[in-house]
């Protein structure tokens, strides 16, 4: 069984920078897609970014052009590179990991394993 643990938030002002880490344990880690979601206070969980075994990138439009999503197959590990961030980029970002068969990319019923989530905070 694969585990997520994700790292890397925390309180940042606006237009500043943040990389997010994601390492991943056990389970098919290289053939897996993975992707990054987030929730703000109050409101429902949404698509940030999600990244194929052979790095074929996908983006919400909100984030398109700021945050970078990459992985490291050799280090089972998938990072989010934020910048110019705002602070409606607040939110608890969560990495996960899906069979790349299965699901769509950009929507949560796509994967089926979870971190437990990193703050991140961005001040005007």
């Known amino acids: 069984q694969v585990t997520l643990v994700e790292s890397g938030g925390r309180l940042v002002q606006a237009g500043g920078s943040l990389r997010l880490c994601c390492a991943a344990s056990g389970g098919t880690f290289s053939t897996d897609k993975m992707g990054w979601f987030r929730q703000a206070s109050g409101k429902e969980r949404e698509f940030v970014a999600s990244?194929?075994?052979?790095?074929?990138?996908y983006y919400a439009d909100s984030v398109k052009g700021r945050l970078t999503i990459s992985r490291d197959n050799a280090k089972k590990t998938v990072y989010l590179q934020m910048n110019s961030l705002k602070p409606e980029d607040t939110a608890v970002y969560y990495c996960?990991?899906?069979?790349?068969?299965?699901?769509?990319?950009?929507?949560?019923?796509?994967?089926?394993?979870w971190g437990q989530g990193t703050q991140v905070t961005v001040s005007s």
């Open positions: 990244i194929t075994y052979n790095s074929i990138t």
């Open positions: 996960a990991a899906g069979h790349p068969m299965i699901g769509r990319h950009t929507e949560a019923a796509g994967y089926n394993r």
